[in-house]
C-alpha cells in the first residue's frame, strides 16, 4: 500500500497520520493491518476526544482481542463503573469498506501511455462471444437521421404507454 493508500483506509488525513506516528515514536507502515489500527485510533481521538495515547492504547488492546465477535472491553475502570466497549464487527465493516475505497482509487496509474487491445470488427468478436446482434446489424445498416427517427418512435410509444397505465 502507499502513504495515501493508508491514509484513506484509516479514515484519516496523511498530515494526521505522519504527525501522530511521530508523536507515538512508532514507525508508519504501510499495510493493512497498521491502516486498521490507525482508524481505530483516529476514531478514537477525533470522536470521543481521547489523548492520542490513551487512543493507542485502546486501540491495541481491543484490536488484539482473542474474540473479536463479541463487544470487546478495552480500557475499564477498576471499580467497574465505566468502560470503553468495542463492537469491532461493525468497526471491521466500515474498515474493509475505506481499504477497498482505497485500494480502488487510490491505485497510482502507471506511467507511459496505456496500451488499448481493440478488435478490427467489434461486431464479429460480440457475436463469437455471445451477443444477439441482429439487432446491431439492422440499425448500422441505417442511416443515422433514420437511427434517430426509430428512436423518437420509440420514445413517442413508451411515453403513450405511461399515458395509458395511468
Known sequence: MTARQTAVAAAADLKWLTNSAALLRRPLRYHAREAKWWGLVRLL???LGLTLKAA???AT???DAP????????VADPSGSAALVFDLPRYESIFLANLSRALVLETPRRRGRTTRRTTRDAVSAAARYGVDIDLVRSALERSPAERLEMLDANVAFVRAMKRAAK
Not at 474474540?67 to 470487546?72: I, L, T
Open 67 to 74: 474474540d473479536s465477535a463479541a463487544p470487546v472491553d478495552a
Open 45 to 47: 481521538v477525533d470522536r
Open 61 to 63: 488492546a481491543a484490536l
Open 56 to 58: 493507542a492504547a485502546a
